[in-house]
DNA sequence: ACCTGAACACCGTTCAAGT
DNA sequence: ACCTGAACACCGTTCAAGT
């Protein structure tokens, strides 16, 4: 029983049908395979395992925010690198699922030293550099593990959050008082904030 | 034919049983049973289902670090936050397979509500406290990304990153001057240092 | 309540054989 | 080089039945 379309089996396909597997939650080889009209084991024609498909994904991910707002845009180095955080926030928010694959490949990839590159050309400190790096990459990771693979819009997750957060107010006085605001962390203008703060101290 | 031990099958002794799996990267049900004497089917008396134990090794994990060291540890507020941290680190990545679960179950668990909380009387405004949390969890999943289970020297680690990494001049010549601060991006060091930097800030 | 035995519905990966 | 068919060695989870 073939299920899938025939046409045109390249990586850049495959990538294409494993990222949209990956966003629904069932990334399998036979359901990739089966995507392509191929048999899995054809699969291993193209890459050596599951685990460089994932890899292949997470650089091509990277690739998709606009490294052009932290290299040529407006603005002082620090309101690029803002604006290039905010971009490739919104881009790999798309892909919850991809972000553990991020956080293993955040360097190694070819996308990540051009990106890299262009961090250390605005930042020219490399211990600052990566602490931009850790904030952006940690503050994605956390919405990411806790958006589901369909990610819902900003103000819903919030809502959301705000709803499912109750806690004890005798026990945990200040924990109770944040409530909005830890409802919150997951927004835009937290993440900006933050970045924000971290940058005005590099 | 049974293999494990059989004495006192309790949550307690399954997840200390379950943590050792994870460190050796094959904590799988059936696995886990044969570690207690059961079978698979038994371990569902105890939790739901799998990701349940991943969750409350999560939390579980959480409450190894030393939580007086952010209540009523000597100095400033700021030093108890950062001895706090340098503490978490090194009970954290002792299970570096542990991390994308304490992403995941970052402020649900009991133990975390009352890391929160200790971490808001040290340090009142929530979207301060949410940037160090950002900073700290960021940097610990890194690093935990590129470790293997099995927890190498940090010294260790930073050579086998120095030796691994080559770009070339031409093309990234930042990233090429930087080698050296790169490698030991996963460096207690450079923990504290962006750290301190971040808390600066805030 | 706790546990077994057995099954169900899956996995990733390998490999001889075909084209 | 690319792909099939078939197998190997696994998974998590369910459930009737026993104690």
Same mark, same amino acid.
């Given at each position: 029983?073939?299920? /899938?379309?025939? *046409?045109?089996?390249?990586?850049?396909?495959?990538? =294409?049908?494993?990222? =949209?597997?990956? =966003? @629904?939650?069932?990334?399998?080889? !036979?359901?990739?395979?089966?995507?392509?009209?191929? @048999?899995?084991?054809?699969?291993? &024609?193209?890459?050596?395992?599951?685990?460089?498909?994932?890899?292949?994904?997470?650089?091509?991910?990277? /690739?998709?925010?606009?490294?052009?707002?932290?290299?040529?845009?407006?603005?002082?180095?620090?309101? !690029?690198?803002?604006?290039?955080?905010?971009?490739?926030?919104? $881009? +790999?928010?798309?892909?919850?699922?991809?972000? %553990?694959?991020? +956080?293993?490949?955040?360097?190694?990839?070819?996308?990540?030293? !051009?990106?890299?590159?262009?961090?250390?050309?605005?930042? %020219?400190?490399? *211990?600052?550099?990566?602490?931009?790096?850790?904030? $952006?990459? /940690?503050?994605?990771?956390?919405?990411?593990?806790?958006?589901?693979? &369909? %990610?819902?819009?900003?103000?819903?997750?919030?809502?959301? *959050? !705000?709803?499912?957060?109750?806690?004890? %107010?005798?026990?945990?006085?200040?924990?109770?008082?944040?409530?909005?605001?830890?409802?919150?962390?997951?927004? @835009?203008?937290?993440?900006?904030? /933050?970045?924000?703060?971290? +940058?005005?101290?590099?």
């Amino acid at each position: 029983m073939k299920t /899938g379309p025939r *046409r045109s089996v390249n990586p850049e396909a495959m990538l =294409d049908a494993a990222l =949209d597997l990956l =966003d @629904t939650g069932g990334l399998t080889m !036979r359901a990739l395979a089966s995507r392509l009209g191929l @048999t899995p084991g054809a699969l291993y &024609t193209y890459f050596p395992d599951r685990a460089a498909i994932v890899s292949a994904l997470a650089d091509r991910l990277l /690739g998709q925010a606009d490294l052009t707002l932290l290299q040529n845009g407006p603005g002082t180095p620090d309101e !690029r690198i803002i604006a290039f955080s905010l971009n490739l926030r919104e $881009v +790999l928010m798309r892909h919850p699922a991809a972000m %553990p694959a991020i +956080l293993g490949a955040a360097f190694t990839g070819p996308v990540a030293l !051009r990106v890299g590159e262009s961090l250390y050309e605005a930042l %020219p400190d490399p *211990r600052a550099a990566y602490t931009v790096m850790v904030y $952006v990459l /940690g503050a994605i990771a956390l919405e990411a593990a806790e958006a589901g693979s &369909t %990610p819902e819009p900003e103000a819903e997750r919030i809502a959301a *959050r !705000r709803a499912a957060f109750t806690v004890d %107010p005798e026990a945990f006085p200040h924990t109770h008082a944040a409530a909005d605001t830890i409802a919150a962390y997951i927004s @835009t203008e937290q993440f900006r904030w /933050g970045l924000e703060r971290v +940058l005005s101290a590099l």
